[in-house]
Each structure stands twice: as C-alpha cells, then as structure tokens.
C-alpha cells in the first residue's frame, strides 16, 4: 500500500515551459487535490476533485489545469510556467469531502521555474 | 470566510519540557479542526482530528490538542518533548466546503 505518490520529485523549468504533475492514489479515494506551499503562507489549494471526471477551483487556480481520468490519478498541468510558480506542489487525497475528513498527502515535488 | 491563525512562527523548547503549539480558527458553523506535521522534504502528516465529542483529543507521537469553543482554539500539546518532534506544525479548519491552513510553525526541541 503505496498511499498517495506523486512524479517527478524534482523539476527545473524555463519560462513558457510547460509540465505535467501525475499524482497517484491507491486507497479507492472519491476526493484528491493539488496543493501549493510557499514560505509562511501554509498551503493553498489549487484544484480539486470529487470523482472520476469532476474537477473544481480552488483558491489560486490561475495557470494551472487539472483532469482526473482515472479514480486513481489526479494530474496537474502548468501550460506555460512563470516564475511566480516556483513552489512545492503537495497531491493529497481522502475519503469524505474536504473539509471534514483526514487527508493524506505525497511527498511533494519541488518546482523552480527559471 | 474561515481562517486559522498559528500566532508564533517559531516555538522553541528544551527537551523533556511540556511543549504548546497554539492555534485559534474562526468558521460558520461546527468546526472540523485538525493538526497536521511536516518532516523536511516530506509530505504532511495527519497527527490528530477534532470533529465532536470529548474537548481533548489525543494522537500520534504521544500528542493531544484542546478544543476550547468559546476561545475559538484548539492548541497542540505534549507534555514531554523529543528531539524527534522537531518540524513544521499545520492547524487546519474544515467545514463541508473547505479546508483552510494555517501558516504553520516550526518547533525546535533543543537537546
């Protein structure tokens, strides 16, 4: 039971580069999301999802798409990177709907756009 | 709209002394509260949930947290800290909507 994993761990960009996060879940979870953590402002949700082929907003969700094909997997896209997207990317993933419900997290993978 | 705040960025404590990370929320509603922490180069980890119930809420890693509804709080607490609790702390309030980080905090237990 891997719980939640996410590719690549690492990735450097330039400007106007585009890039494809996969997130993986393998706990039969209704609901995943995408999150940015930048110093002192704790996490901020980018996208959600609450099922296979359903995505949503979420609180800064400019520049970046989300699908959900598979129940499983939760992919994030950056079409054309800014500096300003420089940040780690948590994937998470729980049972019930977001707010009430544990959720559990990847490792993250760590962005810098040049 | 709700929001947390974790009042101290920085939380320092000698170890085997009781450690408080504090927290206070504000949300419509009956809050979901929980504390999540971060390892360095790690994901979050899930420490303890308030959701009904019993005021005091106990956890992982010999951790516990108070409810406290008329202080809109809900401080994480261990009575005996370890090197090892050393990392970021996240408060979080949910409702059905929702959930909402708190900035964090970074412990330091010093041996």
């Known amino acids: 039971n891997a719980g939640v994993t996410q590719t690549p761990k690492f990735r450097v960009l330039k400007t106007g580069q585009s890039m494809t996060l996969l997130c993986a879940q393998d706990?039969?979870?209704?609901?995943m999301y995408w999150y940015r953590q930048d110093p002192g402002m704790g996490l901020r949700l980018i996208h959600y999802?609450?099922?296979?082929?359903?995505?949503a907003k979420g609180e800064v969700p400019d520049g970046y798409n989300v699908s959900r094909l598979k129940k499983q997997n939760f992919l994030l896209g950056l079409e054309s990177a800014a500096p300003s997207q420089t940040s780690v990317y948590f994937c998470?993933?729980?049972?019930?709907?977001?707010?009430?419900?544990?959720?559990?997290f990847g490792p993250g993978t760590r962005l810098t756009v040049l | 709209a709700q929001s947390v705040a974790q009042p101290e960025d920085q939380v320092n404590v000698a170890e085997g002394n009781p450690l408080t990370v504090k927290c206070t929320y504000s949300?419509?509603?009956?809050?979901?509260l929980f504390w999540y922490v971060q390892y360095p180069n790690r994901g979050l980890q899930f420490l303890l949930k308030?959701?009904?119930?019993?005021?005091l809420v106990k956890g992982s890693y010999g951790f516990e947290a108070e409810f406290n509804k008329s202080q809109t709080s809900f401080h994480l607490k261990k009575p005996s800290a370890l090197v090892s609790d050393s990392a970021l702390y996240f408060c979080?309030?949910?409702?059905?909507?929702?959930?909402?980080f708190g900035s964090g905090t970074q412990l330091t237990v010093l041996p």
């Open positions: 998470a993933s729980s049972y019930l709907r977001e707010g009430t419900d544990t959720q559990y």
């Open positions: 706990m039969n979870h209704e609901y």
């Open positions: 999802s609450v099922g296979e082929g359903t995505t």
């Open positions: 949300v419509s509603g009956n809050p979901y």
């Open positions: 308030y959701i009904t119930g019993d005021n």
């Open positions: 979080a309030v949910g409702s059905a909507r929702q959930l909402t």
